[in-house]
């Protein structure tokens, strides 16, 4: 095992599918060196690969992510990037009309193989427009898969699965995770979809969140360790599909749910865990689900009012404890 | 028209525009008849754009194009039976009746797909052009598109790119003159469309649509120059639909007599009679009509004989990974 | 009273509140007439006003919204229409990143008097690109009104609130109740946002829907009469603000609920609603909540296969019996 | 150069542009000592763009500009008070510290507001022309967009709407040579940009962008154009950022020559010697400078002092209608 920045993480899944397979080809805005990307993710790979193989292109979105499809349609395995996920506006009719459908549309002519790569998230104060969490609105597309890895490890592997895979795989990475560290196999290896991982096992009550969110709630766990509760942390690690199973498991053992996430709360991802979660396990729950969420504003620029609007490790605490005080 | 495989051309592309014009006048019938499902979009009057564009494709070319499709995947070689099966939504129909009259697709033929959101191929031509230059396959993309596809953002992003990429795409705008019920200088800012299309650094013709042979020679010179590393071309074909936007548009908006003036001047009479005046006899044409009628009834005959998808089929083709899909779909309870 | 047509409700809202107000205008493809729009929404009324008080535009969805909020910060008071709630997809920047957080990103500097109509639903075989309901994306978005009607009398006076709010709506209609019929007031009314109507009263089971839903729910609810259980319908009306409190309360009555909608089940507008009241209503809930909506697949273009994947009576006559088995 | 009114022209720029940069400057440092939040992008070198197009401004027009948006609101005439207390986060700031860098508005003002999204603000800004027409109010909208906006389709539809519709609009096209780190001929395949703008209808002209009065007169004759009923123009000001794409990247792709060659042209030493040569005293010039320096210190100043917002004030200005806006909301859990 060998410690390495998530970014890094990202870096060598690229760059040993793009070595493995030289159909695979990276397509997006600004990824080649110096910039190496907005958050440094392609940074070093377009100086070792020919140039066909790390392609910047226009600022357009639509036809960065249409331009990928037809790629895709046709014999070559890109792997787009949407600099911010709320950029994918620009892309909608692309990633949902076109890249989710084709394959139903066509009556299964065809395999897609698209990784379309994103980073979404807030914290840094970058306000309305470049800190939203969308995925609640890509897990509403049948036809996607999406991965939200919250570690290094879980990232390169994910990574080297989605880009293997020939079906289209949305890859949220987060902003503020880049810089994280984590040991990583020095083997060869990949990660399934819909395998979640406990990331933390524990008795009282069970909290779910994803990539960022993950992070706090397991600052929350210690913080409720400290007061003698033990709360398991699950990472669903792709939101789609979903490993309900190990969640459903826990909250046989635990009767009580937290579920985090960044996005707004209303009509977020936390909405439908507590859906399923209260239909499937409606008589082991001891209390009722509570959704760590970000209010349903838009995200302020300043830091604390930024901070107060998103989801903090004090919230999951406190949901926690309501779970217990129920 | 001398020569012997020129005309051979010309009566495939007669046979071709046929195949089409029986095709759409049977759905339409169908469709006015309660026996076809959905919305549809008939390209009759267009055959000649279609036609003369496609026959100057070659294999492994691809193509791209729009919610008025038929037209367009018929001249590709999308057979009319998996054709028509698929409009009536039978489950050996091109897509198994998911995709239906707005999404024909046969990939098998390079049709990457017609598309229900205007201008939607575009970016999928560019990439089915990027993929021939990084694998050196010298493929080409024919990409269709409306008049009324001019003005969404997408076709100045891939126009852009095209030329920016070099890339082996040809643009087909198939201009009859109304997007829905509004025609283009309603809808259009830009004078001159040859002189917006040449500032993208591309060649740019305007083409009699209905003219097959026209069509075929212009789109043939831009597929050559994107075949042999020239960069993309844009072709504007002027052509006109002899019906309304949809099947149940009654067209109102249209002048009648602008609606006579175009179908006197049907692709398929033109066709004809260039066919007649260069020596071909009344009574080869007319084979090629009656075959054309008969294969037509025999894939009518067979899509109406043709099963129905079982209702589960709804649930595959959703992605290609079987343990993924089951997970992904979740309990279903019907 | 007087029975018309829902899209007769949608064209007298417009001209009644055109005729009112000459800053109020209509902008949107092919809304004269003799075409009207697609649905006939529009028609009748571009004859009846000066030629600018119904603006047909070039397809360009992202600009015709942009350029709606250009204008309604600048004086005039626009109702633009997206023909399908599926082109949403091309104007989701418009809608999102400008419309919806304009008046927060300035500081609350300017209001934001613009109506968007769209109109979604499937159930015409119109495939997987003109049927899909996406209101769940659309709630998920801070800083918009979301109505949704199922009548003509609810039809025209949301919409005629939503034409004096000083605040972005969004107004979706369903292509499938254009040709239904209903009462309507004489005289001149509004409705307000966030008030539900209890479209049927009842006591053992409550079933909230909107738009094409809810007509399914009330037949639902018939069907279920004929077996002796008495279900209580809830239109909500508008989903954002959504009024919990009416849900809330017959749910504390009935102990039992059902959530349909057309949209798909994954992240879609159920799991809101389930998550809210498995969290308020805990300890007056009997079964756990059943959502029925679309199966997680694009909307396939053969009818029966539509069929299936939609949510149907038979499926909300199962769901509430389901709640009442528990 | 000969009137007074001429002279006293040119003095406001030269204010504006030394208000702008200062204030620029100041942004830049503090934001490297940590002292202001977020992420910002910085226009120092192109200043004469932001002046000299906004000073052919009148009252009631209107401005959309972009994500590097401090000197074009600065030069329409936001006060820096509220436009330092902005990115300061603090409660009295331009948009009440909801906003930042990226967002600054002042509708008094016409300004609709900066833009974080490439290209969003061609649509409002054809928006607000759209009421001037509908309206008959003779008011002007100035659009400001990157060279990088280009290629966005809202560049394209809104374009062509302007023509279409004959609205009161002026695009600004502020090429700075470099979307991020991609120079312009790695992202655009168009080859004239100009022949490029007058294909859609509208008179499109080149100007250097470091020489404010060629800038002002350039968009003057454009404004003057629309207001008269005129329709729309396109302008393309070449200039350059002396800093890299926003704070904290250190512009490395850019070829060092190349950035000296700009920054030799500076903006402000062009102005000046302009004035100089018209016979402007030194005196005069460096009390503008000094109290624009002081008005900038009193500024920040003033921004230091003043109050961060409350936490609940993240939840007002959502919704204008309070009953709604609280329904919508939401219980508040935090
Ligand atoms: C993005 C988008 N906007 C609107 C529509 C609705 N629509 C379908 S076809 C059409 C007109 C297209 O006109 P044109 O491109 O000229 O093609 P034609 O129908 O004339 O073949 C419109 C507006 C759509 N399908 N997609
Ligand atoms: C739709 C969209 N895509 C990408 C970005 C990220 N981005 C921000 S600024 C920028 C470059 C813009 O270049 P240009 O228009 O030339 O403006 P400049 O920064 O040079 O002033 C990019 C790609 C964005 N903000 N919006
Ligand atoms: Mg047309
Ligand atoms: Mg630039």
Redesign the pocket.
Known sequence: MTEILYREAIQQALREEMLRDDTVFLIG??LRDPWGGTYKATAGLSPDFEDKRVLNTP?A?DTIIGAALGAALSGTRPVAEL??ID?VM?AMDAVVNQVAKVRYMSGGQSDVPLVIRTQGGGGRSSAAQ?GNSLEAWLCHVPGLLIAMPSTPADAKGLLKTAIRLNDPVIFIEHKLLYATKGEVPDDEYTIPFGVADIKREGTDVTIVAASRALLFSLEAAEELAREGISAEVIDPRTLVPLDEETIFESVDKTNRLVVVAEGAERCGWTAEIAARVQEARFYSLDAPIQRVAALNVPLPFQPDMERYVLPSVKDIVAAAKRTLDA | MASETDRKDLLEMFRSMVRIRLFEQAAYDMYMDGELPGFMHISIGQEATSVGACSALGEGDYLTSTHRGHGDTIARGLSIESAMAELMGKADGACKAKGGSMHVADFGLGILGANGIVGAGMPIAIGSALSSNYLDRKTVTLCFFGDGAMTTGPTHEAMNMATLWNLPVVFVRQNNLYAESTPVREYQGIPDILKWAESYGMPATRVDGNDVQAVHDTVLTAVERARSGGGPSFVESETYRWFGHNIGDPGKGRPPEEVTAWKARDPLVICRSVLLDDGADEASLSAIESEEQEKLAKAIELGRAAALPKLEDALTDVYGDQTLAAAALGEVRR
């Open positions: 805005e600004d600022i979105e600099m911010y950029f620009r470049h």
